[in-house]
């Protein structure tokens, strides 16, 4: 019972360990982790389309529930980029940004992905991140990467567009161009052009004025806080929002309120789908994180748990004014790199935003916008890898096929469809492989007992044996294929008297694909050749044994494929003997 309370309740097992060094060392990293949010988060409400304070509620109860039922030791969660543009994409299909409508279905949102979530961890379906390609999800990050910045760009040039595909982005900010707000372009390039150079200049600089390693770092990590607070400045003092330059503006003073989520069969029918993708994005982006960073300290992270905690974290940013949260790829490094320990650092952060929602809003009255959009630029340029399109290329043109189409699709029609045809693309890929296994013709290594491929090793072959290997499991989706393989084999040599299938690699053999072996031991006694098997696995043997194949099969089944062929080939040149 106590193991249950504690699979469900990760914190009731690092807390009973936790001491004064994992308190010393989660301080700091929430110090750390709790700076650099707070720009941000921010910048990210603001990529959603929401009030700036939408993010920063969106940071505090969130992270408090993963604290609680999260596994991971170091993962921060909160708004991230990619989560906060399907957001957008989502709720403006329903509601006008910047409307009560708009703010409420963001509520609605997180409340059904902290559900979906739920239902998945408590189901144990935490498999699931297994069935999205790993080079599809990188193709999808990138295009939301280049579709995330574009977006930006707006706020950089001090011009109203808009547009969910990179072609309508960019139709917009050509017919405004000539709108160009002079002093928000100087800001938003001066802040982007600063935070690019931290990211590789500022930390070396630094530690040659003296600096240690970890100051600097620090100090790095610090960059956007230090462009948010000089670019503030310049506004209020030159009075620029006078001059066209857009600010964020009043910032409610205050912890998150207590709000309820809309639940109308309308809405909540409109935002199903959208709400299963992010959970989905979301839950890969975050586990990925999860477990790169747990591997590091040799610890270990329940997906099943984690889509608990991510759950919890949903649904606790949906009844305080939040919108959909994940755990975030830079945040989670800096929080690992800081010294976390435990979730309780994650806690931590949660307490210093709540102190900056009360005490520190009124300081970013001047923010301009164009400094938060510049924060996200380059944030998510970090995301953009075409490098993966050459790996594919060059490793299978399949996946490059599947790499570039989600590109192409979230590019040109959204976020929505990018992420629905990566799916899709994921499962099509694996199923079209499934459905065509490679299966070679072996032979037998001259002096040894082991059998290879003829098209890649000399090989001793007998003229009336034909070994096949099959290296996948068969099943209903390629079981035809193997079927139509033999028979053609045997179409173009009438010597062929014995088959045998080499099983050492297939781990099942569904009920459709025993149907296939039958119609295949059946077709093969008609034309007087017996068909065997080889190496089959014990559980699939089982299974064999409850059918009536065996019982039916013309030839035998051999322990190792080296049995099969001195049986087999003695009996072959002794009836040929005989003859």
């Known amino acids: ?188 390039v001066s802040a982007t052009a600063f935070l690019f150079w931290v990211r590789k200049g500022l930390k070396p600089l630094l530690i040659r004025f003296g600096l240690s390693q970890g100051a600097a770092g620090i100090a790095t990590k610090a960059g956007p806080v230090l462009a948010v607070v000089v670019t503030t400045a310049l506004v209020a003092l030159l009075g620029l929002q006078d001059r066209g330059v857009s600010i964020v503006g009043a910032v409610p003073q205050s912890l998150p309120p207590l709000t309820l989520p809309p639940l109308s069969f309308e809405l909540l029918s409109a935002l199903a789908v959208p709400a299963l993708l992010i959970s989905v994005i979301g839950f890969v982006e975050s586990i990925s994180v999860a477990q790169t960073l747990a591997a590091k300290k040799r610890q270990r992270i329940d997906p099943d748990q984690e889509l608990i905690g991510l759950g919890a974290a949903n649904i606790g940013a949906a009844f305080t004014g939040g919108y959909p949260v994940t755990g975030g790829f830079a945040r989670s490094v800096v929080n690992f790199d800081a010294g976390a320990e435990t979730p309780a650092a994650g806690a931590f952060t949660a307490i210093g935003l709540a102190i900056a929602a009360l005490a520190l809003t009124p300081l970013v009255f001047f923010l301009p916008k164009a400094t938060l959009a510049a924060t996200i630029i380059v944030a998510v340029l970090s995301l953009v890898d075409f490098k993966i399109l050459r790996t594919a290329w060059t490793y299978n043109r399949a996946d490059f096929a599947a790499v570039a189409a989600t590109i192409a699709l979230t590019l040109g029609f959204g976020v929505e469809t990018g992420v629905s045809s990566g799916v899709i693309l994921s499962i099509a890929l694996h199923l079209w492989r499934s459905a065509r296994p490679h299966v070679a013709e072996v032979g037998l290594v001259p002096g040894t007992q082991h059998f290879r491929n003829l098209k890649r090793h000399e090989v001793d072959l007998h003229p009336e044996v034909l070994t096949l290997r099959i290296d996948e499991a068969l099943w209903f989706a390629n079981a035809r294929f193997l079927e139509d393989l033999i028979l053609d084999r045997l179409a173009t040599n009438a010597k062929l008297r014995e088959v045998v299938l080499m099983c050492s690699a297939v781990n099942n053999i569904d009920l459709s694909a025993l149907e296939s072996l039958e119609a295949i031991n059946a077709r093969l006694a008609d034309q007087g050749i017996r068909l065997h098997l080889s190496e089959v696995k014990g559980p699939v043997m089982d299974r064999l044994k409850r059918s009536h194949f065996l019982d039916a099969l013309s030839g035998k089944v051999f322990l190792s494929q080296y049995d099969a062929w001195t049986s087999i080939c003695d009996g072959c040149d002794s009836r040929k003997a005989a003859e």
């Open 1 to 188: 019972m106590a193991n249950s309370i504690t699979r469900y309740l990760p914190i009731l097992d690092w807390g009973r360990r936790y001491d004064r060094a994992a308190f010393g060392a989660d301080m700091i990293a929430a110090v750390i982790v709790t700076i650099m949010l707070i720009p941000q988060s921010l910048a990210y409400a603001l990529l959603a389309g929401l009030p700036p304070e939408a993010g920063l509620y969106a940071s505090i109860v969130p992270i408090l529930a993963y604290a609680v039922f999260g596994t991971s030791r170091a993962l921060a969660v909160g708004p991230v980029a990619v989560v906060s543009l399907m957001t957008a994409a989502a709720i403006g299909q329903v509601a006008e940004a910047g409307t009560i409508g708009y703010a409420a279905a963001a509520l609605t949102l997180a409340l059904l992905s902290g559900a979906m979530l739920l239902a998945l961890g408590l189901l144990r379906l935490g498999f699931i991140a297994n069935f999205l390609s790993h080079p599809v999800i990188a193709g999808f990050i990138t295009a939301s990467g280049i579709l995330i910045a574009t977006s930006q760009l707006k706020h950089i040039l001090g011009v109203e567009a808009s547009g969910h595909t990179l072609p309508e982005m960019l139709h917009g900010l050509w017919t405004h161009l000539p709108e160009t707000s002079l002093p928000t372009l100087v800001i938003g």
